[in-house]
């Protein structure tokens, strides 16, 4: 049964449409990443959700109730809707220690003092604070006022907990170990959780399906590899990863197999649009699947060294190929020769 | 929640709208009469327009106001915000001690500032006779336009300061920084960045100051009497006798003019505020900001501060301090001859000057609360409210502002002697707390609002999604953060009821005096040395309380 | 003056002694049964623009006298008097039970508009007729207008006897007295047009007075203290039309003031008292004024006060006989009546007012 289903919403501020008929749903245990590039409405959905922002239009329910119904008029106040959320800038009182932060929303919800303070430290045991009960956020690192939140909004078992770009305030090293944990404990919990991140890698090591937006539209909806590998839009390609863009004209078509051409170059790729012989197009290829060749040969453009950047595991390459400028990753420094740049047909996708 | 009626914040709005309109309304309606509004003989007419309109005094007055009103925004801007910038970007020496001393004249009543530079720099002035002993000619008329001009213009300098410093505080660093790493002077970073990027706030300041300079009372009235020079305010309380009986329909004619200059103003100020946010992009998020180096500048630096320091308030203080302690004084006195402490003695033959000294003590301390705590009520209902009755809410209580405290305390009266239900509460303190607590009500939700504001949304937020209403919030989390922001508003609130003047003259009575009104009434009966102890009783109040402030940490810019 | 030093001592004494230990006038001779329904009403609401100081060995004798009745005396200045009173009286929530003010035009006026009762106080006999206006308006007070100046910028044997010398003193030291002048503003002060219009009514000279007056550049001020206050402090030297009263208590702080009373003719002026009708308490209210008019009261008025006696039958330094005594037909006491009233029209005030400012030469 679907827990969470957000249907047609819309919400307009100011002069802006932020929303445009946006709809998903989420699964029992599902963590959904809501991914996107900023002024996408990701946020702003999220808010919807979680009863901060109200809609103009649409609907939005909970297991069996009701949260939003525009039409309806009916309004769920964010207090009445018991999810979690974890804000970006962790918005911990800063008046109250860590254990009353914990504590507030079993308070609210008129626990007993003794099984507040048994969950409360179940919670923050669970999570790797224990001793940091009586201290105040602004004596804890960044990384354990991140996790204080996420305790603040675990810890009366929510139907769903909303995290807002949860690992940005953390610096890159913390942010990577983070992910690993913040998508244990949540399995782990067992609850059903929505993400917002503008950060793709975050996006698809934690998420168990990701909705990638565009302008308050859905532009794809997909788990992590499929979304990563089989991009339905060129947004969608072109969001992820990092790539090679070549913008050129469709010159043949067999079935999905498609050649495109530009201005002294001509490869075949994979149609992932409906573009007709003779229509612009663009290809994308990721940068890890493009690649140094010895000798001309199919799919293969002849290109000239620019720069190469060391950057550690491998060397990033910067080409010019007649009008175009191609990256790739290569193990080792590329000598001072001409070079063919080789795209393997299956990787190019054409739109 | 989109569709519930906010019941709570509606009657905040309803009972404010009340408290602020009765009086307004009341004047408003006085000003299109012939004769007071409770005659029955009173027809509506314009008659009363038409006087003032075609008197002379009238014309001289906006002439003279206009000029004053200019005059001291050009004088308090430029000084208020270079001494901001100096104060909250530089490493100017003694900045901790410097802030609460340059705020003093906001706390105390313009009489006794102009009372105090009578004594001193008036013609036969202390300072005055030691100048011309050992200078020669002094360079002054203190009762001239150019005197009140500057005088008012170095008097309103906190106001300047206090706005444009707390835009200066939320500037992140980094930006001057950056312009210092280029190469900047510190005097260039102040002309080329900081000072830009807070220009609202200072333009703002500046409009405030214009506005203030058109309900400017105490000032033209104590130093302007020998020349007769007239400012709106004081033709109004000339409008008193000029007919022989108080012509009310004037009076309230002169105010809805002074009303009408003011509205404008007060809208550009807010529109103005609203643009600061906008301009000034960093939020203070705990970003410690560095001092800029002020290098061989420090001293010139110090100089102006100083140079302010002395003409506006060492020497009016002094004054004050100096004759009420004096038998006699001027020229061909000998000072250390007269000195008496008689004068406080005298003050306890007057039993209604103890009743005051206490009854304003209990209106600053008691009243200055429950006044905040009214503001904090109207703050929080306005308080992420969005609805266009907020809106509302924004600018009726920037309304009293337009109000001279002396018409105010008048319609105050009105409101006690003709709204029943009220009467019997007339004798009592609460009239004049009410009276108060409505004129100073703009400046306490700056100060309540300012609070507010330094509450992040997402931790009220963050309460709402653990489960908690709106009142729950309120009382956990938005008030716990404000507290402190509160108990500073309660102590500003404390030192301008006690040392308020003007509004408090109509509802003097027996219970109900107060030092500021009885030093208007006494200096009108002549016990000039009395008003003297008594000024220096009340500043002595206002300083305790400032005392108690600083001691606590209260934080004087918003 | 050594009537001043006089005035000193009584009034120390008055404050030290308990008030019974003096030596009393003949009490006021209140018929009983106003007395007695004073007494059930218990209190008695004081609306005066003279100062509790001042006024305190009065209330305190009155309190004496007559424990029953309790006094609640609120001092303001005389426009605020008015407004108070008029609003009160309009919103019908009742006021004061005695009017006391030194704004003699206006107590006549609300007299006149039929604010005031009408009473036959059985002291009258000893009142000059021109300060009882029909039982409606009564004088209560004897006070010269004098000339005030500082001892030590102008020599006592300088100082003006006569509102002539005064003129001629400013016509021929222009220079000395350049700016050095005050006296109220007739426009902004109330007493100040009273006293200014009754100059002109009685000095055939006025006009030339007015001339010399604007010829150094006369300051005018709204209050009596700052213009004492400037003239003790040696800022101004002179002040004209300025009440004996306020003057001789000033004095008795700073001996550096100096008082002259102008023997050409000497204005005096008394302050009014009126019972309104709407004064909850008008028994107390008529009680009050018995003992005000009182020999009893009025030698308090004359010795404590410093306010000088009205009545025909008290003596002394500070009484109206001493001082008719003194000036004979020089004395030119207000009158409490009608012709008061002549500059509330606002034509023929607006119309002296210009005459004065021409004469001034400021306009």
């Known amino acids: 049964m679907a827990r969470l289903n957000v249907t047609e919403v819309h919400k307009r501020l100011g002069g802006n449409q932020i929303l445009r008929g946006t709809s998903f749903t989420l699964e029992e245990g599902e963590i959904v990443a809501l991914l996107g590039p900023s002024g996408s409405g990701k946020t702003t959905l999220l808010r919807a959700v979680a009863g901060l922002d109200h809609p103009d239009a649409g609907r939005i329910v909970l297991d069996d109730e009701v949260l939003y119904d525009g039409s309806a008029g009916i309004v769920v106040p964010a207090e009445k809707r018991s999810l979690g959320l974890v804000f970006q800038s962790y918005a911990l009182w800063p008046h109250k220690t860590v254990f009353e932060n914990v504590a507030y929303g079993l308070k609210l919800r008129k626990v007993p003092r003794n099984e507040i303070a048994d969950r409360v430290a179940a919670v923050l045991g669970q999570i790797g604070l224990t001793g940091m009960a009586d201290r105040h956020p602004h004596q804890l690192s960044g990384g354990q006022q991140q996790r204080v939140a996420l305790s603040r909004a675990i810890v009366y078992n929510p139907r769903l907990i909303l995290l807002d770009e949860p690992l940005s305030n953390l610096d890159a090293k913390l942010r990577e170990e983070a992910r690993v944990w913040l998508r244990g404990l949540i399995q782990q919990l067992r609850i059903s959780a929505i993400m917002v991140t503008h950060d793709q890698s975050e996006a698809l090591a934690i998420a168990d399906r990701i909705l990638l937006l565009d302008k308050g539209r859905i532009e794809q909806e997909a788990t992590p590899v499929e979304i990563y590998e089989r991009p339905k839009t060129l947004f969608a390609a072109e969001f992820m990863g990092a790539n090679n863009r070549f913008s050129g004209q469709v010159a043949e078509l067999k079935g999905e197999r498609c050649r495109v051409s530009g201005d002294g170059w001509e490869l075949w790729g994979r149609m992932r649009g409906d573009r007709k012989v003779g229509d612009r197009a663009e290809a994308i290829v990721r940068l890890e699947k493009t690649f140094l060749a010895e000798g001309p040969g199919e799919n293969r453009i002849s290109a000239k060294l620019e720069a190469a950047l060391y950057l550690g595991e491998r060397w990033d390459c910067v080409f010019q190929a007649s009008s175009l400028r191609l990256r790739l990753w290569s193990p080792a420094a590329p000598a001072d020769r001409p070079h063919w740049i080789h795209v393997p047909e299956g990787s190019l996708l054409v739109f | ?558 | 003056m050594t009537k001043n030093r006089t005035a000193l001592l009584l009034l120390i004494g008055g404050l030290c002694l308990p008030a019974t230990a003096r030596a009393a006038g003949a009490n006021p001779r209140t018929a009983p049964a106003v007395v007695a329904a004073a007494e059930k009403e218990g209190q008695l609401t004081v609306y005066a623009t003279t100062d509790q100081v001042v006024a305190g060995p009065l209330v305190k004798d009155f309190q004496s006298l007559y424990p029953k009745v309790k006094v609640e005396y609120n001092d303001m200045n005389s426009t605020e008097v008015y407004n108070r009173f008029v609003s009160e009286a309009a919103a019908g929530s009742g006021s004061g039970d005695l009017l006391w003010s030194s704004s003699m035009d206006l107590q006549v006026k609300l007299a006149k508009e039929g604010y005031a009762a009408e009473y036959k106080s059985p002291e009258l006999d000893q009142i000059p007729a021109w300060a009882n206006w029909k039982g409606l308006a009564f004088g209560t007070t004897y006070e010269p207008i004098v000339f005030v100046y500082n001892k030590r910028l102008l020599k006592e044997e300088e100082a003006p006897k006569s509102h002539a010398e005064m003129t001629k003193l400013l016509q021929t030291q222009k220079d000395r007295f350049k700016g050095k002048v005050t006296a109220y503003d007739p426009e902004r002060s109330g007493v100040g047009f009273l006293l200014i219009t009754q100059d002109a009514k009685v000095d055939p000279a006025f006009d030339a007075a007015a001339k010399a007056y604007g010829a150094v550049g006369v300051k005018l001020y709204t209050s009596i203290g700052a213009m004492l206050e400037r003239i003790q402090s040696g800022e101004h030297i002179l002040g004209f039309n300025i009440f004996s009263s306020y003057a001789a208590a000033k004095q008795k702080k700073d001996s550096s003031l100096g008082i002259s009373f102008p023997k050409d003719y000497l204005l005096v002026m008394s302050r009014v008292a009126i019972l309104p009708k709407v004064g909850k308490h008008p028994n107390a209210g008529k009680l009050f004024l018995d003992y005000l008019l009182s020999a009893r009261g009025q030698e308090i008025v004359a010795h404590q006060a410093g306010l000088g006696s009205v009545r025909n039958d008290v003596t002394g330094e500070g009484t109206a006989v001493a001082t008719n005594k003194a000036f004979g037909t020089a004395v030119k006491p207000i009158p409490v009546d009608e012709s008061l009233l002549e500059y509330l029209d606002q034509a023929r005030r607006l119309e002296f007012l210009n005459r004065w400012q021409k004469a001034l030469g400021t306009k």
Not at chain 2, 45 to 55: E, M, N, Q, Y
Not at chain 2, 101 to 110: A, E, N, T
Not at chain 2, 183 to 209: H, K, N, Q
Not at chain 2, 396 to 410: N, Q, S
């Open chain 2, 1 to 558: 929640m989109a569709r519930r009626i906010p019941w709570a914040r509606l009657s905040v709005v309803l009972v404010s709208a009340v408290a602020i309109a009765l009086p307004l309304v009341i004047v408003i309606y006085q000003a299109f009469l012939d004769a007071p509004f409770f005659q029955p003989s009173a027809k509506l007419s314009l008659s009363a327009f038409r006087f003032v309109f075609a008197d002379e005094d009238f014309h001289r007055a906006v002439w003279t106001n206009l000029i004053l009103a200019f005059g001291m925004t050009a004088i308090a801007v430029p000084v208020g915000s270079a001494m901001a910038f100096l104060m909250v970007r530089t490493d100017l020496p003694g900045r901790s001690w410097l802030e609460p001393v340059i705020v003093i004249p906001v706390f105390v009543s313009p009489m006794v500032l102009g009372f105090g530079y009578i004594v001193a720099m008036g013609p036969v002035g202390f300072l005055t006779l030691w100048w011309q002993q050992h200078l020669g000619p002094i360079p002054w008329d203190i009762y001239s336009l150019k005197s009140l001009v500057v005088l008012a213009g170095l008097t309103h300098v906190p106001m300047v300061y206090l706005y444009t410093s707390s835009a200066l505080r939320s500037l992140a660093s980094d930006l001057e920084e950056a312009a210092l790493t280029a190469g900047a002077g510190t005097a260039r970073v102040a002309l080329t960045i900081s000072l830009p990027m807070v220009w609202p706030a200072i333009l703002s300041s500046g409009v405030l100051t214009l506005f203030l300079g058109f309900e400017l009372f105490g000032l033209p009235l104590v130093l302007g009497d020998p020349q007769g020079l007239l400012v709106l305010p004081t033709y109004l309380f000339k409008l008193t006798n000029k007919l022989g009986v108080p012509s009310y329909q004037l009076m309230a004619v002169v105010a809805v003019v002074i009303i009408a200059i003011a509205f404008p103003l007060v809208w550009l100020q807010r529109k103005l505020m609203g643009a600061t946010s906008r301009f000034v992009s960093v939020k203070g998020k705990g970003q410690a900001s560095r001092p800029l180096p002020l290098g061989r500048w420090r001293w010139p630096a110090t100089g102006l501060m100083v140079l302010w320091f002395i003409p506006t308030i060492a020497v009016p203080l002094a004054g004050v301090f100096l004759r009420s302690v004096v038998s006699s004084w001027g020229e061909g006195v000998n000072l250390t001859e007269v000195l008496t402490l008689d004068h406080f003695k005298e003050l306890f033959e007057y039993p209604n000057v103890v009743r005051g000294i206490v009854n304003t003590i209990v209106l600053a301390v008691v009243g200055g609360g429950i006044a905040v705590a009214c503001y904090a009520a109207i703050g929080l209902a306005a308080h992420r409210w969005q609805s266009r009755w907020a809106k509302v809410l924004d600018y009726l209580v920037m309304v009293p502002r337009g109000m001279p405290g002396l018409i105010a305390g008048l319609a105050f009266l009105w409101v006690f002697l003709f709204v029943k239900p009220l009467a019997p509460l007339r004798p009592t303190l609460f009239s004049l707390w009410l009276a108060y607590s409505v004129v100073w009500l703009a400046y306490g939700m700056r100060m309540v609002s300012a609070a507010l504001l330094q509450v992040g949304p997402e931790l009220e937020e963050a309460a709402a999604s653990a489960g908690a209403s709106s009142g729950r919030i309120i009382r956990d989390v938005t008030l716990p953060l404000v507290r402190f922001g509160l108990v500073g508003a309660w102590l500003l609130i404390f030192c301008i009821f006690a040392r308020e003047y003007s509004t408090g003259v109509y509802l003097l009575g027996p219970g109900t005096e107060v030092i500021g009104s009885l030093i208007v009434s006494l200096w009108g009966s002549g016990a000039l040395d009395v008003v003297a102890a008594l000024s220096v009783v009340n500043i002595l109040l206002v300083a305790v309380g400032m005392g108690v402030a600083l001691r606590l940490g209260v934080r004087l810019h918003g």
